[in-house]
């Protein structure tokens, strides 16, 4: 996070989470400059994807026209270093938390417009090649796998702490063997 990379040829970006990105994508896509597709990724973080997000948002032009009685001019915004005094709305919240809010709400009304989860680097290899590979059941209203882990000795399995330490329900079971844990073949070999 933090690390600068290109969204396109001709557009810098910063690497950012999913929830810090989406704000700023959001306008490229309904202008239709880029697309889902068309967002990179830096890689995985502690809670998720990183992708490469524009520096900018959409379509700003960064100027602020003023009307005075004798004519009308164009300056560049000042910038501004430390706190301002930025007032709030109806709300009482700040413009960046309403902001925060509205692209929230907006959210959850499309649906479409998320960035989705990548694969990085990834690659199709042949049944057999990672054996050590271990899929994490757990047991809800049926079984989810909702985690991976690899075998690294005949009675343990090394995984991500999110997927043990939840307040939800934890796991039952370790599947190993399987190609496809959705629909396994015979050869594979559930462990309690």
Same mark, same amino acid.
């Given at each position: 996070?933090?690390?600068?990379?290109?969204?396109?040829?001709?557009?810098?970006?910063?690497?950012?989470?999913?929830?810090?990105?989406?704000?700023?994508?959001?306008?490229?896509?309904?202008?239709?400059?880029?697309?889902?597709?068309?967002?990179?990724?830096?890689?995985?973080?502690?809670?998720?994807?990183?992708?490469?997000?524009?520096?900018?948002?959409?379509?700003?032009?960064?100027?602020?026209?003023?009307?005075?009685?004798?004519?009308?001019?164009?300056?560049?915004?000042?910038?501004?270093?430390?706190?301002?005094?930025?007032?709030?709305?109806?709300?009482?919240?700040?413009?960046? %938390?309403?902001?925060?809010?509205?692209?929230?709400?907006?959210?959850?009304?499309?649906?479409?417009?998320?960035?989705?989860?990548?694969?990085?680097?990834?690659?199709?290899?042949?049944?057999?090649?990672?054996?050590?590979?271990?899929?994490?059941?757990?047991?809800?209203?049926?079984?989810?796998?909702?985690?991976?882990?690899?075998?690294?000795?005949?009675?343990? %399995?090394?995984?991500?702490?999110?997927?043990?330490?939840?307040?939800?329900?934890?796991?039952?079971?370790?599947?190993?063997?399987?190609?496809?844990?959705?629909?396994?073949?015979?050869?594979?070999?559930?462990?309690?």
């Amino acid at each position: 996070v933090g690390r600068a990379c290109k969204v396109t040829d001709t557009m810098p970006g910063i690497c950012r989470t999913s929830s810090d990105c989406e704000p700023l994508i959001d306008g490229y896509i309904k202008s239709g400059v880029l697309t889902l597709n068309d967002v990179p990724s830096c890689g995985l973080g502690a809670w998720g994807e990183i992708f490469c997000c524009p520096t900018k948002p959409c379509c700003d032009n960064s100027t602020i026209t003023s009307v005075s009685t004798s004519s009308t001019t164009s300056t560049k915004a000042p910038m501004t270093s430390g706190r301002v005094d930025v007032p709030t709305f109806g709300s009482g919240d700040r413009p960046a %938390v309403a902001a925060c809010k509205k692209i929230r709400e907006r959210k959850q009304q499309r649906s479409g417009n998320q960035l989705v989860i990548h694969i990085v680097g990834g690659y199709p290899v042949d049944p057999g090649v990672y054996p050590h590979m271990a899929a994490i059941g757990y047991i809800t209203f049926g079984t989810d796998f909702r985690c991976g882990g690899s075998l690294i000795a005949s009675r343990f %399995v090394l995984t991500a702490a999110h997927c043990v330490n939840t307040d939800a329900n934890t796991p039952a079971f370790v599947r190993l063997g399987a190609v496809n844990i959705e629909n396994p073949d015979h050869s594979y070999q559930d462990i309690v």
